[in-house]
């Protein structure tokens, strides 16, 4: 079992930013793929970005160039850095891990990140 624990959520005006964490425990996290989803209302969950634990990252178009995700392999830590934040970007943000010797997928309870003025 993997746990998931995001933080760094919160209140923001538009043009500003926010660096979400996340923790995860449970499981060697060289073996885990870490990701970031979020949710508005209303909208389906969407990818935001995912790294794998080599450092390759796929990233959703819309957000590059804003949004970066790291990680740190020696403190189980997964980041996501948003800049440039726009009122479009409020959702619930979710850390997502996945297992690759099962490819098993493990949610965070999200943290919400809300863009206004």
């Known amino acids: 079992q993997v746990q998931l624990v995001e933080s760094g959520g919160g209140l923001v005006q538009p043009g500003g930013s926010l660096r979400l964490s996340c923790v995860a425990s449970g499981s060697i996290f060289s073996i885990l793929t870490m990701g970031w989803y979020r949710q508005a209302p209303g909208k389906q969950r969407e990818l935001v970005a995912t790294i794998a634990s080599s450092g390759s990252k796929n990233d959703a178009d819309s957000m590059k160039g804003r949004f970066t995700i790291s990680r740190d392999n020696a403190k189980n830590m997964v980041y996501l850095q948003m800049n440039n934040l726009k009122p479009e970007d409020s959702a619930v943000y979710y850390c997502?891990?996945?297992?690759?010797?099962?490819?098993?997928?493990?949610w965070g309870q999200g943290t919400q990140v809300t863009v206004s003025s």
């Open positions: 997502n891990a996945v297992r690759i010797t099962d490819w098993r997928s493990y």
